[in-house]
């Protein structure tokens, strides 16, 4: 009960995300390049790894300019909505997107010089239907 009133302190439960169909490429589909994010709880550390297929102007294009939404931060509300279709109603799923959530604040109160981040989590994550 506490948790749930400090959760709903942080968020704004009146913002319902738009959450995409298809979020990923179709297996069938071709790539022309992916970059991918991976964590390891054992060792802490985050490894990104990157693939290019297509050498072509328009994909040295298209990476830069998905580059320059990493660099500032608009790359994030695409991290946040592939996350809320990863989590749907699965409840253990939005019980670990809700620690996410709340680290993620804690985590903004304690850094200097605090930055607008691009979307807010709130925007994304509904937590109105975990049960306590």
Known sequence: MVLRKLVSLIFDYNAKPPVPEAPFIEEDEECDG??????SCKDGQLYVSAAVEDASETS????????????????????YQALSVWAQEDI?????????????????GTEKGKKKLAVDPSQVFDFRNIKE
């Open 34 to 39: 992916k970059i991918g994010i991976e964590y």
């Open 60 to 79: 040295a294009d298209l990476l830069a300019r998905t580059c320059l939404r990493i660099e500032t931060g608009e790359i994030a509300e695409f991290v």
């Open 92 to 108: 253990h799923r939005l019980q670990f997107m809700e620690k996410v959530a709340i680290r993620l604040m804690e985590l903004r």
